[in-house]
């Protein structure tokens, strides 16, 4: 069974860093790219972050590009977002999300979350 | 970046209803067109990919059509289940962008 389980998230104030985890199991970790994607409170979903298979293309949105960074371990199975110098805006739950490592691919699966909360 | 814009932003409708959701593209993402389910307080579910393929163990009463710059969602005989919120995803291109979602609600 495909398991994504994210970790790491909660409450920051603004300026902070937090790391999140995702650990996966029930696939083949290091064929598939792997995202981050977030959701504010109320609203609907935004691209965060991507990682191809080896961890050494990486994207972000223009929004967290220099501030945040996706590594992967592909021995440990897992997926991490480091979150550095934090805003409200950041405010969000953070999904990783599977891309099957095949062109335009769709997200297939995702984990249940975590929330991050920047707030002082 | 490519913007999606989804049409409605919700709707309501009945057990049994026919639903159909509209989503355009700022510009053409080919087929390059994912759906999404989302429940509240759940992660996303993929159903459809590439703009017409269906998800492995996705019911066949969704289905989509559409390429170039407008796509559409249908729900052919709406379930209980099936009341949830609708995005749209481009895949054409970096930054992967979400339409503004559709709430379906019951009537």
């Known amino acids: 069974e495909v398991q994504l389980v994210e970790s790491g998230g909660g409450l920051v104030q603004p300026g902070g860093s937090l790391r999140l985890s995702c650990a996966v199991s029930?696939?083949?970790?290091?064929?598939?790219?792997m995202s981050w994607v977030r959701q504010a409170p109320g609203e609907g979903l935004e691209w965060v972050a991507n990682?191809?298979?080896?961890?050494?293309?990486?994207y972000y949105v223009d929004s967290v590009r220099g501030r945040f960074t996706i590594t992967r371990d592909n021995a440990k199975n897992s997926l991490y977002l480091q979150m550095n110098s934090l805003r409200a805006e950041d405010t969000a739950v953070y999904y990783c999300?599977?891309?099957?490592?095949?062109?335009?691919?769709?997200?297939?699966?995702w984990g249940q979350g975590t929330l991050v909360t920047v707030s002082s | 970046d490519i913007q999606m814009t989804q049409s409605p932003s919700s709707l309501s409708a009945s057990v049994g209803d026919r639903v159909t959701i509209t989503c355009r593209a700022s510009?053409?993402?080919?087929?390059?067109l994912n759906w999404y389910q989302q429940t509240p307080g759940k992660a996303p579910k993929l159903l459809i990919y590439?703009?017409?393929s269906l998800q492995s163990g996705v019911p066949s009463r969704f289905s989509g059509v559409g390429s170039g710059t407008d796509f559409t969602l249908s729900i052919s005989s709406l379930q209980p289940e099936d009341f949830a919120t609708y995005y749209c995803?481009?895949?054409?291109?970096?930054?992967?962008?979400f339409g503004g979602g559709t709430k379906v609600e019951i009537k």
């Open positions: 590439a703009a017409s």
């Open positions: 029930g696939f083949t970790f290091s064929t598939y790219w």
């Open positions: 999300a599977r891309r099957p490592a095949l062109g335009h691919a769709p997200f297939d699966f």
């Open positions: 990682i191809m298979l080896d961890g050494n293309e990486k």
């Open positions: 995803q481009q895949s054409d291109s970096l930054p992967l962008t």
């Open positions: 510009q053409s993402i080919n087929s390059h």
